[in-house]
């Protein structure tokens, strides 16, 4: 028998961020891990395949997060009448304080991985925390579920509390290295990403030697850009001889072009910093229920589109509530129209086809081919029972779509393939 399988259902993906594609009682056949095609009538070469019919029931790519606090699930929803910076300080820094405790870490991610795999998110990028232990027992926890993740041990040596702060520039290099070379060779799934918090956390020592770890292991960066005004005030003040935010990035070396990088947020980012975006080819991680929970903003996301930047969607846990990546497309559509009737009258809202792709092939990219189930791309699944959420009339594969985008829950996953492996 050869080596893969086919499944049978209702099939819907993007292929551009203006169309869905569907096939109804389709096939889907994948083969090494890879999608080998969608077809109307199964092909004969493929007969001898296992087949698992899942008719009647969506079959979609996987959702992609582009950002998540891993130790911050703990208190989602608390304390979200604050903005940002006063939530950081009131919320975020004490419970990051916690994961020094390696029974606290623990018990906190094996919370959060069990919802992650039961989630509709089949990859994710994840801060961690300082400390070297718990990020590497946050790594050991997600590689066993079979989700397919970056994860990142955070640097700041300043602008924190002093239980937070890394003793010195040197130390925390020091510290990130030592984690590179214990995650070397142990995971399948799982991989190490550059992680400086923000500037206002980082001092420009710091960020030289992040830069000089990045050019010495080649290693994807993510971080946090033009969020909330007073931070990007703040960073005016902390780097002077930037000409933006983003611009403070790049003069470390830390902003794209040699290496994958992504940039949360970026709701107030201007002409220079979208044009330095699009020039470096960063990701922007779109985080809509997060600028809405910290006042941060309405981001410019039609902008970003018209100019061509890459652009993913991320749940920010825990400025957002949610880690599904549904809930993100849901509220990225909702925050778009409120921008173009308060904001922007000339900036279109999202459309649904928009905000799937955004949450799927835009994501994904940053992982490759993934998000599609284009021919020779990595096939990652969702089997959605949407029978619950039925109608007393008709309705068409992209309306019970767009009824899973704004109604569905965990419940209503049968099946999550990663990577062409069954997870559950």
Known sequence: MKSGFVLKGDICYSRNPNVLHTRQDGYLVCEKGRVTGVFEQLPER?????????????????????????????????????????????????????????????????????????????????FGTIHLPATLLLMDLLEQSGLVTMVGKVNMDRNCPDILREESAAASAADTRRWLKDC?????????????????????????????????????????LSENPKEVAWVKELCPQSSCYGDAYRAFGLFGAEVP????????????????????GVW??????????????????????????????????????????????????????????????GEAPLSLEEAFYLGTVGGGSFFGKVGSFEPGWEMDALIIDDAPLAAPFPLTIPQRLARVVYLSDDRHIVAKYVGGSRIF
């Open 261 to 280: 990088t992504i940039m949360a947020h970026c709701v107030w980012s201007e002409e220079e910093e979208l044009s330095l975006l699009k020039e470096r």
């Open 284 to 345: 922007v991680a779109h985080c809509p229920q997060s600028n809405t929970n910290l006042s941060s903003g309405i981001a410019p996301v039609r902008r970003y589109l018209d100019r061509g930047l890459r652009v993913g969607l991320g749940s920010d846990v825990a400025g957002g509530c949610h880690t599904s990546i549904f809930r993100a497309m849901a509220d990225a559509i909702q925050v778009s129209k409120l921008r173009w009737r308060l904001v922007e009258d």
């Open 46 to 126: 493929y007969g001898d395949l296992p087949l698992s019919d899942f008719g009647g029931k969506l079959i979609l790519p996987g959702l992609v997060d582009l950002h998540c606090h891993g130790p911050q699930f703990a208190f989602r929803g608390l304390g979200l009448d604050l903005e940002l910076l006063d939530w950081l300080e009131a919320h975020t820094f004490p419970n990051e304080a916690k994961y020094r405790q390696e029974a606290y870490a623990r018990t906190a991610y094996a919370m959060l991985v069990e919802e992650l795999r039961r989630g509709p998110n089949t990859r994710v990028c994840l």
């Open 184 to 224: 070397a060779g142990r995971y399948r799934n799982t991989r190490p990403i550059l992680t400086p918090r923000f500037i206002p956390a980082c001092s420009g020592e710091l960020m030289r030697e992040l830069g000089q770890i990045q050019r010495e292991y080649h290693l994807p960066l993510q971080s946090h």
